[in-house]
């Protein structure tokens, strides 16, 4: 079955950029919405966005303008860049399936997360 | 954006009781509510999109109801695996938020 695997370090500097990769096996990367969430130790879910198999993108409006999500199709992988970071970007990064039934949309398959502290 | 708000943040129950989860947004969403299940540790697990359709492999002990801003999670006979805390999110208008999280605990 389709699996998704976060990968990147573990620790990142503040202002520094947090990267990191999720790699989907298992099953294409085609025809999905694939997302990044977080969720700050002891606290709940933030969707940060998501990138459509062909390349298009959509934000956060909250971390628009720190955010990129590439994707690369050949390896059936995608990625977070988060630029400028602060302490409060300290979190477990899942990376998430966006599947649709209808007009509706929900995050079917997650990746079994990542913890990023930010730290000097 | 919209504001989804889970009440109670809290709730002890036992092993067969019934219980109901409520998801409020800030907005009317019409039928655009997922429902995921989170345990200590783990990542999130999908139950049920549409408001009330379980994901295969869902138990039918779980069930959704609702429309508009006033949404509903029943698990109508806890079992020992139930206990976790439990997420509304909205998908209806980008951001894409979640409820804050309803931990359910045993009594």
């Known amino acids: 079955q389709v699996q998704l695997q976060e990968s990147g370090p573990g620790l990142v500097k503040p202002s520094e950029t947090l990267s990191l990769t999720c790699a989907v096996s298992?099953?294409?990367?085609?025809?999905?919405?694939w997302s990044w969430i977080r969720q700050p130790p002891g606290r709940g879910l933030e969707w940060i966005g998501y990138?459509?198999?062909?390349?298009?993108?959509k934000y956060n409006p909250s971390l628009k303008s720190r955010v990129t999500m590439p994707v690369d199709t050949s390896k059936n992988q995608f990625s977070l860049k988060l630029n400028s970071v602060t302490a409060a970007d300290t979190a477990v990064y899942y990376c998430a399936r966006g599947a649709t039934s209808g007009y509706h949309w929900y995050f079917d398959l997650w990746g079994r997360g990542t913890l990023v502290t930010v730290s000097s | 954006d919209i504001q989804m708000t889970q009440s109670p943040s809290s709730l002890s129950a036992s092993v067969g009781d019934r219980v109901t989860i409520t998801c409020r947004a800030s907005q009317s969403i019409s039928t655009y509510l997922n429902w995921y299940q989170q345990k200590p540790g783990k990542a999130p697990k999908f139950l049920i999109f549409?408001?009330?359709s379980l994901e295969s492999g869902v138990p039918s002990r779980f069930s959704g109801s609702g429309s508009g801003t006033d949404f509903t999670l029943t698990i109508s006979s806890l079992q020992p695996e139930d206990f976790a805390t439990y997420y509304c999110q909205q998908s209806y208008s980008s951001p894409y938020t979640f409820g804050q999280g309803t931990k359910l605990e045993i009594k």
């Open positions: 298992g099953g294409s990367i085609s025809s999905f919405y």
């Open positions: 549409a408001v009330s």
């Open positions: 990138i459509y198999d062909s390349g298009s993108t």
